[in-house]
């Protein structure tokens, strides 16, 4: 099939209303991007940590807004959610002690790196400059208990030094506290699989995207041409993940699909825990629907 050690029923297409139960050890915390809800809503943070615990996520992760302080420490101490992650740029938090501790008084303990457009990542000197601003800011929030990390999109895959996928080098340039988001959407558009590049980097992978996407248009999380069951399989078997985030960029009904991926990430993770995880050498292989 395309699962070492699983069921035939495994390979089948999930049925989320047929899940059964495992033991709560298994499970991972689930968490929404706010990014999601950034194009078509207007809620602020505050409203959009409200709405996550309501619809049953464990954790949110904004990506600005974060000086509506008193705000958002009452929503956070208003609800069940913790704001365990936060997308924040390497040049917003350099030498900015101030905003720092801002992010530590949330309770943050991941801060990740959203986004770095092509042209780093063709170019080995460039990449390699960028890849020591992200092990200087890990080594500063490491003072304050928080890890930062690296978020891919899809060009990391595509752009080659020489003939390794320059996300590939990237890695190869932090250092062991610096940790990666993998967007499982993103990195299937780049060409690559999301299950291997999991299971390649398990011991820096903290979070996972669970963005759906095919021929690079976004789709629901049940829908596209990655297969989240088989991402949450790795992401327990094989990895030590603490997130499994939500992310559907500019989501079209964008309170909906927020339920949407709660309901889904809960079912995900409901799931039986199979022993094996997800091989690299099948036709039929669990990343592909």
Not at 44 to 65: C, K, R
Not at 95 to 106: A, G, M, P, V
Request: glycine share 8%; aromatic share 10%; hydrophobic share 35%.
């Amino acid at each position: 099939m395309g699962v070492a050690g699983a069921s035939s029923a495994q390979a089948q297409q999930f049925d989320p209303d047929n899940a059964s139960i495992h033991g709560e050890e298994d499970e991972i915390a689930i968490g929404t991007q706010f990014w999601t809800y950034n194009a078509n809503s207007d809620k602020s943070v505050a409203e959009l940590i409200h709405e996550a615990d309501d619809a049953g996520y464990d954790m949110v992760e904004p990506f600005t807004g974060f000086d509506n302080v008193d705000s958002i420490t009452t929503a956070l101490e208003e609800t069940d959610v913790e704001m365990g992650s936060a997308h924040v740029g390497v040049g917003s938090l350099e030498d900015n002690d101030e905003f720092i501790q801002t992010l530590s008084d949330y309770g943050v303990n991941h801060l990740v790196h959203a986004y770095q457009g092509p042209d780093t990542f063709s170019d080995e000197s460039a990449l390699e400059e960028f890849a020591g601003r992200v092990n200087a800011v890990a080594d500063r929030l490491a003072e304050e208990d928080i890890q930062y990390g690296y978020h891919n999109h899809n060009h990391e895959f595509e752009e080659t030094i020489g003939d390794t996928p320059a996300f590939d080098v990237f890695v190869e340039n932090l250092n062991d506290n610096a940790h990666l988001q993998i967007d499982a959407g993103w990195v299937l558009t780049g060409g690559y699989d999301p299950i291997e590049y999991i299971q390649k980097y398990s011991d820096k992978v903290f979070s996972i995207h669970m963005k759906n996407m095919a021929g690079g248009d976004f789709y629901e999380i049940d829908e596209g041409a990655v297969n989240m069951e088989a991402v949450a399989t790795v992401a327990r078997n094989a990895a030590d993940v603490d997130y499994l985030i939500y992310e559907y960029d500019a989501a079209p009904q964008p309170m909906a699909s927020m339920k949407i991926g709660a309901s889904w990430l809960e079912r995900l993770n409901s799931r039986p825990h199979y022993g094996g995880i997800c091989g690299t050498d099948s036709d039929t292989h669990p990343a592909l629907l």
